[in-house]
């Protein structure tokens, strides 16, 4: 997949060559300060698992803007149909453009990395729940990117595919509250599909295998259906 790591490198570059990511990482950083601050302060214990559940809720905008502008830009800007003629496949280039996004957000994990920096001057924190909260929402993360990604790859336009990344973040993420008027047996399944139940085991710092699971198979699956979209294009 050798191709696939020059079309990250290259996605990754471009973030930093217009204004997003900037704009996107300070957004990330100033609300995630925010709730770290009025947490902190609120239950003065040395822990990061409320922080960590209000953190995933920027992830339903920073997802979509990461991610509309990486097939859909190519396909306006008329340079989709000279990267489908290259020698890459479907596979490398969802791959690539997925990692290139994934790349920046964990860029904008590490710099979050002063909170625990904090906890750790003015307290003891458990360290155990820190990473696995810090796992659990780089896992997260990536499945908002990959429903993004998804979302580009169905859409022409930018604006579209923000929207429709957002939508389906949203979708997963309010799932669940159905489930108490969906029945026993439909309200099970709503409460697996979402994201938010997945999330909660990693905040209380465990690393359940069967959430890991779920996060890695939205991931395949999204990524998946973005290369049969692409495949669909290029014999168009």
């Known amino acids: 997949m050798k191709n696939a790591g020059v079309i990250a490198w290259r996605e990754l ?11 996107v990482m300070a957004g990330f950083l100033v609300i995630s300060g925010f709730i770290f601050y009025v947490i ?19 992830l339903l905008f920073v997802g979509p803007l990461l991610t509309m502008r990486l097939v859909a830009e190519e396909k306006k800007s008329g340079t989709f149909e000279l ?15 997925f990692l290139g996004a994934l790349g920046l957000l964990a860029i904008m994990l590490i710099l979050t990395f002063e909170f625990p920096i904090v906890l750790m001057r003015f307290g003891e924190p458990d360290m155990g729940p820190l990473l696995c909260g810090y796992v ?5 993360g990536a499945c908002f990117l990959a429903l993004g990604v998804l979302a580009s790859a169905m859409a022409d ?6 929207f429709m990344g957002f939508g389906l973040s949203l979708l997963f993420w309010i799932i669940g509250w159905a489930a108490d008027q969906a ?27 069967k959430s890991v699971i779920f996060y890695l198979s939205i991931i395949a699956f999204c990524l998946f259906a973005a290369m049969r979209v692409l495949e669909s294009r290029r014999w168009r």
């Open 157 to 162: 336009t930018q604006v579209v595919a923000g």
């Open 83 to 97: 990267l489908m003629t290259s020698p890459v496949t479907e596979a490398q280039v969802v791959v690539g453009k």
């Open 40 to 58: 902190l302060v609120g239950l003065r214990e040395a822990q990061m698992r409320w922080v960590f559940h209000n953190m995933t809720i920027t």
């Open 13 to 23: 570059r471009a973030y930093f060559t217009s204004w997003m990511a900037y704009v």
């Open 183 to 209: 029945g026993p047996k439909v309200g099970e399944v709503l409460r697996y599909l979402s994201f938010v139940t997945h999330f909660e085991d990693f905040g209380r710092g465990v690393i359940d295998t």
């Open 136 to 140: 659990g929402f780089l896992l997260a």
